[in-house]
């Protein structure tokens, strides 16, 4: 009896301590990547200092920026998550046709703060507007968790989806949009960055007045050079090391895994393809392969097709790159529950009000979200409630 | 990953202007640099004026976006999507720019095109 009590309690802790490594719990928002080797998990952990670092004028920040840290505006409910700052954008669509982002006037991000010592200098509390602008857009804080894996996709993936001239004729065209030098555009309300390593370098300098090897130059005021005196620091304000570390903070970080479905939550995930969302919304993405195996071949139910769509007159302001001003990249929904704003400009407080707004090629489906009867509105509203 | 394309455009202006001054270090006469491949950009016409001989290309790292000011040689060439002329670069346009680099002063030998410039008929 003894002896197949221990074999018992044996086999239990074998199976615990198995179970245990065989199926590790699903990640929490905020968590690394499932798989990450040691090196990477590590390079995880210190990238995480480097985003939630606080910089000062001493360390670099500014003259010109909109927040002090990474980790001041991607903040909620977790580090990397979306954020209740909002900020301008500018871009001028001029006579010729030709967009421009009036990069040499300072766009098209517009700092709304500045140090004490260019405000001393200029008597300028923000960065003005410049006066060739045509169109002002507010941007809200997007997520950044998953953002790794969208960098995985293969443009092909991407490119498979895009229909510019809807010759499916189901009145969703979805178009590319390309980086200054022709590359495939993703990351951003506009699709304009092809990388994540891009994305996030220009986000120290614009965002922070960070400059990075990648970034070696400030932003100007409004296309003048910076007065003499008002940036101490050497250029580049940011190691290739710290600039690497926080790219794969944001590299390694999971997306939010949706929560299971009950019965109404799968009925809700019928509701949302039959009525169209899933058009533009593509439940899921997959990568290619990568040099890191926790993101090579895998599945990403990010609910976006990463390419543009016209969203409407209603919701048009500045266009960039090819996008038009009513054209935007579907937003992925991964992560929807934990999000407070919706849409790229924050506008609606609710995902019903996100709905509303939806115009454009997405007026179908919006339709047809209207005319649902109470069950099928609720069932829909459970399912986007557990991404 | 694409690296950022600063880094090697830096390291080989670094070269060209170490080769510059070594070619005319030692009291030898100064003459003009031979155009080299001294730097490749990749960027879109933002503005161009052929009179001029000018070309602003927008380039750039994520939405940290820069405007590179283009001086176009005398004999610069120009080819790619049937382009043979400065009178092709319209904005829109998407080029390669094979330049050299005197200070801050950056001057194109060889412009390919990759893209045309959208039509503006709509």
Same mark, same amino acid.
């Given at each position: 009896m003894k002896a197949a009590a221990r074999a018992l309690i044996a086999l239990s802790v074998l199976n615990a301590i198995v179970g245990a490594s065989s199926c590790p719990p699903p990640p929490k928002p905020g968590d690394p990547l499932r798989g990450l080797a040691a090196g990477e998990l590590d390079r995880f952990r210190k990238g995480q200092e480097v985003f939630e670092r606080t910089f000062t004028a001493e360390t670099g920040l500014g003259p010109l920026f909109?927040? @002090? $840290?990474?980790?001041?505006?991607?903040?909620?409910?977790?580090?990397?998550?979306?954020?209740?700052?909002?900020? /301008?954008?500018?871009?001028?669509?001029?006579?010729?046709? *030709?967009?421009?982002?009036?990069?040499?006037?300072?766009?098209?991000?517009? !700092? !709304?703060?500045?140090?004490?010592? /260019?405000? !001393?200098?200029?008597?300028? @509390?923000?960065?003005?507007?410049?006066?060739?602008?045509t169109g002002r857009a507010s941007r809200s804080t997007p997520s950044v968790l998953g953002f790794g894996l969208l960098d995985a996709v293969p443009d092909?993936?991407? &490119?498979?989806?895009?229909?510019?001239?809807?010759?499916?004729?189901?009145?969703?065209?979805?178009?590319?949009?390309?980086?200054?030098?022709?590359? &495939?555009?993703? *990351?951003?309300?506009?699709?304009?960055v092809p990388t994540l390593r891009e994305f996030n370098a220009g986000a120290f300098t614009i965002e922070m007045g960070i400059t990075t090897p990648a970034t070696p130059a400030e932003e100007t005021v409004a296309?003048?050079?910076?007065? $003499?005196?008002?940036?101490?620091?050497?250029?580049?304000? &940011?190691?290739?090391? @710290?600039?690497g570390l926080a790219d794969d903070f944001v590299r390694f970080s999971a997306p939010p895994l949706p929560l299971p479905?009950?019965?109404?939550?799968?009925?809700?995930?019928?509701? *949302?393809?039959?009525?169209?969302?899933?058009?533009?919304?593509?439940?899921?993405?997959?990568?290619? !392969?990568?040099?890191?195996?926790?993101?090579?071949?895998?599945?990403? @139910?990010?609910?976006t097709d990463l390419l543009l769509h016209d969203m409407g007159p209603e919701r048009a302001d500045i266009c960039l790159g090819l996008a038009q001003p009513s054209e935007f990249r579907t937003e992925p929904l991964m992560g929807l529950r934990l999000k407070k704003t919706f849409m790229h400009d924050a506008a609606a407080t609710t995902v019903e009000e996100a709905i509303e707004l939806h115009g454009g090629e997405a007026t179908a489906a919006r339709n047809k979200f209207r005319r649902l009867g109470p069950r099928e509105r609720s069932a829909l509203l459970e399912f986007l409630s557990a991404l | 990953m694409n690296p950022s394309p600063r880094t090697p455009f830096r390291a080989l202006a670094t070269a060209f202007a170490c080769a510059l001054c070594a070619a005319t270090a030692g009291g030898q006469p100064a003459s003009p640099p031979a155009p080299g491949p001294s730097q490749v950009v990749t960027g879109t016409v933002c503005r161009s004026d052929a009179e001029a001989g000018t070309l602003d290309l927008l380039t750039g790292t994520g939405h940290a976006l820069r405007i590179i000011h283009v001086r176009l040689a005398a004999d610069v060439k120009v080819k790619g999507r049937g382009a043979t002329a400065v009178t092709a670069l319209a904005p829109g346009a998407v080029c390669r720019v094979e330049c050299s680099h005197a200070g801050a002063a950056v001057t194109a030998y060889l412009v390919e095109v990759l893209e045309a410039a959208p039509s503006r008929s709509q």
């Open positions: 909109n927040a @002090d $840290a990474c980790g001041e505006c991607h903040e909620d409910p977790v580090l990397g998550a979306a954020g209740d700052e909002v900020e /301008l954008h500018v871009a001028a669509l001029r006579p010729d046709g *030709f967009c421009d982002p009036l990069a040499d006037s300072g766009g098209p991000v517009i !700092q !709304q703060k500045v140090t004490p010592a /260019l405000e !001393q200098a200029l008597g300028i @509390d923000r960065e003005p507007v410049p006066a060739t602008a092909r993936e991407i &490119l498979s989806r895009a229909d510019p001239r809807d010759r499916d004729h189901d009145g969703i065209s979805g178009r590319p949009n390309r980086f200054f030098d022709g590359r &495939l555009g993703r *990351f951003g309300r506009k699709a304009l296309g003048r050079p910076l007065p $003499a005196g008002v940036d101490p620091t050497p250029e580049p304000e &940011l190691s290739e090391e @710290d600039l479905l009950d019965h109404e939550g799968e009925r809700g995930k019928l509701v *949302f393809g039959s009525i169209g969302c899933a058009s533009c919304h593509t439940p899921s993405l997959s990568t290619g !392969q990568n040099k890191v195996r926790a993101l090579s071949y895998k599945r990403v @139910d990010a609910y | -």
